[in-house]
């Protein structure tokens, strides 16, 4: 079973709006990470955030964590048509080494 | 650094064959996990390698199988294939200091 949950599973934008995907998780975590997955590619690395952390930013990213609601949430600022992609939060639980349980991920369709 | 690196991409087997893949990680990482990404189950996590070790397992058939040589190096195998094992199959290596997860290009795997 899935970990994790996104919402929406798909998101349409005109370039230039924000993108906000939300994650849910149902276990205690070390870490969560977010990937991006272009069609038929792998899985690009975005960010990693730690249990003890609320908020990280890496350029036009912005990633929250809300421990107590088991939650995380992706903001890209600026979208570009290149941003279209599948989003996957995935989460490192507690004791589990380095495996990753994955979300369903979010489609983001980026309109130029 | 390369990054992770998988081999072959594409590959076309029948029913009852077997397959075997492989995945040298980033230089200096000694993790190595492989996911399964299907259009119906999403991405899930069949097992994890260290120095040589399986360290953690998914609920797959012992049909899935892999190990780790000693330049971390990592292979998994599928045997009696089934049209359900069309997929594509990820690896991913870890790095240890920052608990970051990288990804391969993943192997795309097609059973007729």
Not at chain 1, 1 to 16: N, V
Not at chain 1, 22 to 32: A, D
Not at chain 1, 64 to 75: A, I, M
Not at chain 2, 36 to 47: A, E, I, K, W, Y
């Amino acid at each position: 079973s899935q970990q994790g949950e996104e919402d929406p599973q798909a998101l349409s934008i005109q370039e230039g709006e924000n993108a906000t995907m939300n994650c849910s998780y149902k276990t205690s975590i070390n870490n969560l990470q977010w990937y991006r997955q272009n069609s038929g590619r792998g899985l690009v690395h975005l960010i990693l955030i730690r249990s003890n952390e609320r908020e990280k930013h890496s350029g036009r990213l912005r990633v929250t964590l809300d421990t107590s609601k088991k939650s995380s949430s992706l903001l890209i600022t600026a979208s570009r048509a290149a941003d279209t992609a599948s989003y996957f939060c995935a989460t490192v639980i507690n004791n589990a080494g380095n495996m990753l349980t994955f979300g369903g991920g979010t489609r983001l369709m980026v309109k130029p | 650094k390369a990054g992770v690196t998988q081999t072959p991409r594409y590959l076309i087997k029948t029913r009852g064959q077997q397959v075997t893949l492989s995945c040298s990680p980033i230089s200096g990482h000694r993790s190595v996990s492989w996911y399964q990404q299907t259009p119906g189950q999403g991405l899930q996590f069949l097992f994890e390698y260290f120095s040589e070790t399986q360290r953690n397992k998914g609920n797959f058939p012992g049909r899935f199988s892999g190990r780790q040589f000693s330049n971390s190096r990592s292979e998994m195998n599928v045997s009696t294939l089934e049209l359900g094992d069309s997929a594509l199959y990820l690896c991913a290596s870890r790095d240890g200091g920052r608990n970051t997860i990288y990804f391969g290009e993943g192997s795309w795997l097609t059973v007729v």
